[in-house]
């Protein structure tokens, strides 16, 4: 009896120790918390993560996100290994996107702001730097060498007659303003637009480019302030001689004759010959309001102006400058070398009576018989 009761206590005993082995080996039991004790929970997440334990799910939770900072890192070396295939230290990929035309986001507030780059910016680029430059540059040594060949070949256009010494009153004290207001205004603009196009072809090899950057921040001041008083002034300029610039019928002559430029004749005209019109309305009144027009569009680019509408006006800017400044090659040759007495006209606002009757005799007969000038 003893020996089987032994037996069966050692059993039992053994039994006992193996469970007590097991509750040592199983995990803590956590306490539940009680719904809404969160900082609880959130203790017992933590000190479970620090043994190195997890609650039911964390272990998926935890493998997610290793998955996905795993995909990410793969997406990031893809993208490294496309940099390197365009070029070492070149992110393609990215200037790809952003000359793409596609709107980021900037804290920049305004028009085209999510624009990084605006590859129509190239073509406005290429436009400019080819046949704006090559052209226009053209143009004007054209019209400098015709002038030159003329002088050549002309020299000056004197009176005929001796002068009577009687003068006789062309241009009041308010036109004389406005011509002039008009030319030292154009004459500033044009140095400084010419020179913002065209200097750094010049002025860069022989003086280097520190002296072209002073120059050309020193212009562009020039040029933006400049700007709107040439505005005003043509405006002026129109108002003060656009009846005495109307189509008449001696004009017809006079383009029949081509101005008596080559024979030397003097074709009677009115207060202004056709040549003059068609500087003043197609040189002063058209060209000049469109270049003061497209550059106050430049001026002032804080207006809602899209980049595009800036690049047209740039554009429209320099080649009806560039015309303007051709026409304008021709006026200023004639006013002041050209033609015996025609500065002095401007100047003093006086004519002789014998260049009155050379140049523009049908004038000259309306003053005489006492006709008001229409200005």
């Not at 073509?123 to 143009?139: D, H, M």
């Not at 081509?258 to 002063?284: L, T």
């Not at 469109?290 to 740039?314: E, K, Y």
């Amino acid at each position: 009896m003893s020996m089987s009761f032994m037996r069966r206590d050692g059993r039992g005993l053994l039994l006992a120790l193996a469970l007590w082995l097991l509750a040592l080996a199983a995990p803590p039991v956590l306490a539940q918390a009680e719904p809404g004790d969160e900082p609880v929970q959130r203790q017992l997440r933590e000190q479970t993560r620090q043994r190195g334990e997890f609650q039911p799910g964390e272990e998926i939770r935890e493998s997610e996100q290793v998955r996905q900072r795993e995909q990410v890192g793969q997406r990031e070396q893809t993208r490294q290994r496309e940099r390197e295939r365009a070029g070492p230290l070149n992110d393609a990929p990215m200037w790809r996107q952003a000359r793409s035309g596609e709107a980021f986001f900037t804290t920049v507030r305004g028009p085209e702001t999510g624009v990084l780059i605006q590859s129509e910016g190239n073509t406005w680029r290429q436009l400019r730097n080819g046949p704006i430059k090559q052209y226009g540059s053209a143009l004007l040594l054209v019209v400098l060498l015709a002038l030159a060949v003329f002088y050549a070949v002309k020299g000056i256009i004197r009176l005929h007659a001796a002068p009577t010494g009687r003068r006789i009153q062309r241009f009041s004290v308010f036109e004389r303003v406005v011509h002039w207001g008009t030319a030292i205004t154009f004459v500033l603009l044009a140095v400084t637009g010419l020179a913002i196009l065209f200097a750094k072809h010049f002025v860069a090899p022989l003086l280097g480019h520190d002296a072209l950057g002073v120059l050309l921040v020193v212009g562009k001041n020039i040029h933006n302030y400049i700007g709107p008083v040439f505005l005003v002034f043509t405006v002026l300029m129109i108002l003060a001689f656009a009846r005495d610039n109307l189509w008449e019928a001696s004009d017809r002559v006079w383009i029949r004759k081509g101005g008596g430029f080559i024979s030397g004749e003097h074709v009677p005209s009115g207060r202004f010959n056709f040549g003059e019109k068609a500087w003043f309305w197609g040189g002063v009144a058209f060209l000049g309001l469109i270049v003061a027009g497209s550059g106050l569009v430049l001026d002032f680019p804080n207006f809602g102006q899209l980049r595009v509408t800036m690049q047209w006006a740039n554009v429209i800017h320099a080649t009806a400058s560039i015309l303007l400044i051709a026409m304008s090659f021709a006026h200023i040759y004639l006013g002041t070398i050209g033609l015996e007495g025609a500065y002095g006209a401007m100047r003093t606002g006086y004519v002789d009576e014998t260049w009155a009757k050379e140049h523009h005799a049908l004038w000259y007969e309306d003053v005489k018989a006492g006709k008001p000038r229409h200005s």
